[in-house]
């Protein structure tokens, strides 16, 4: 069992940064590839970014590919999602999910999720 709980959220104008973070509790964690999620209001939760179980293999969505990077220390238990250059159109509300299979992108494939933090970037 693995219990995620995000934070960093926050409001951020056009071309700014934040960093997002995912604590997980549980012997485990180094068991699981953690993945970043978001979803927008009116729209399907969509897939950000993800990390393998070591931390030595990383996946982006092409939307992000170059401003975000997904980091992880098992030591600590956590995951990190760095924003830069934030857009309008990265306002969601992001998610981590822990999951058995390695770098997917699929929703269905993440057993364990956090509540979310709202991230709003403003023009």
């Known amino acids: 069992q693995v219990q995620l709980v995000e934070s960093g959220g926050g409001s951020v104008q056009a071309g700014g940064s934040l960093r997002l973070s995912c604590a997980a509790s549980?012997?485990?964690?180094?068991?699981?590839?953690v993945g970043w999620f978001r979803q927008a209001p009116g729209k399907e939760r969509e897939f950000v970014a993800t990390?393998?179980?070591?931390?030595?293999?990383?996946y982006y969505a092409d939307s992000v590919k170059g401003r975000f990077t997904i980091s992880r220390d098992n030591a600590k238990n956590t995951v990190d999602l760095q924003m830069n250059s934030l857009k309008p159109e990265d306002t969601a509300v992001y998610y981590c999910a822990a999951g058995l299979v390695v770098t997917t992108t699929v929703v269905s494939t993440y057993n364990y999720w956090g509540q979310g933090t709202q991230v709003t970037v403003s023009s």
């Open positions: 549980g012997r485990t964690f180094s068991s699981f590839a």
């Open positions: 990390i393998s179980r070591s931390g030595s293999g990383t």
